[in-house]
């Protein structure tokens, strides 16, 4: 994962790019079907905030594996204060330069911190994909962050033969000329 030695920037961003998605969410919008099949957009919502608090965890020296990548569920218009404060969890807990090279207990297994920021902005930038498709209402998502994100996941994720216990389905086919967005998606399991 050389791609990115500091990825923390790329994670702000993407933590932005998710508080904008979730402050378009709507009550109504919360039972609808995502293209993380195993989710509505309430569940994903969730995911997502439990992922950060997961990270915030780990980067304050806990084990991934210890916590779930899940919170109680606010109410339905307190999504976007939900992320907001385990964003900033997340933040602080990552500050300090030195955690980018301490052995980090990620979902994946022992690595460098700063393989799981890299990790988590490949997370956060597909979730990002997830939710502006099931909201489908013309957001623009970042390209900057899904080309960081696809380097990272074609870096750190096998291709072929996708092991049981990883999180990502098989790489889906995708036209040559999709944009990088459809291009992550599809790399990491989504059908697109």
Known sequence: ??????????????????????????????????PCEEFTLRGLLNHVVGGVHRFAYMGEGGRAEDVVAAIEDPSDGGWPA????ASARATAAWADDAKLG???????????????????????????WDIAKTLDNGFVLDDGLAHTALAIAQAVLPAEGRVEGVPFAAVQPVAEDADVHTRLAAFTGRKV
């Open 82 to 85: 939900a992320l907001s404060r």
């Open 102 to 128: 301490r052995p980090t207990f990620a979902p994946w297994g022992e690595v460098p911190g700063g393989m799981v920021v890299g990790g988590y902005v490949m997370e956060a930038t597909t979730h990002a």
């Open 1 to 34: 994962m050389n791609t990115v030695q500091d990825a923390r920037p790329q994670y702000l961003l993407a933590l932005g790019q998710l508080a904008e998605l979730f402050a378009a969410v709507t009550p109504a919008d919360l039972d609808r079907p995502t």
